[in-house]
């Protein structure tokens, strides 16, 4: 049973930065697509950033350019690297991880990242 751990995020300033990270709780033998969605209050949940086994990439048009998802396969670790900053960052990030056996999508408990206007 794989637990998705995240760290990072907190209090960030309009054009700082702050470093996302998630990390299954037991390693992983095959490499899946993992992202992060955010929600911010009254918001509709949105996905930010995603990776696949191969390291393809995309991104919300909100992030692009501004935020950098990459992860290290042998760690089952997956890093969101948030750059330029601004208020609308304001959410609840989650990390998730898609599993095609069963169908399964594993979330993170998320963490609260927040840049003042």
């Known amino acids: 049973q794989v637990q998705l751990v995240e760290s990072g995020g907190g209090l960030g300033q309009p054009g700082g930065s702050l470093r996302l990270s998630c990390t299954a709780s037991?390693?992983?033998?095959?490499?899946?697509?993992m992202g992060w969605y955010r929600q911010a209050p009254g918001e509709q949940r949105e996905l930010v950033a995603s990776i696949t086994d191969s390291d393809r990439t995309n991104y919300s048009d909100s992030v692009a350019g501004r935020f950098t998802i990459t992860r290290d396969h042998a760690k089952s670790t997956v890093l969101l690297q948030m750059d330029s900053l601004k208020a609308e960052d304001s959410a609840i990030y989650y990390c998730y991880m898609d599993v095609p056996w069963g169908a399964t999508t594993f979330w993170g408990q998320g963490t609260q990242v927040t840049v003042p206007s």
């Open positions: 037991v390693p992983l033998f095959s490499s899946y697509t």
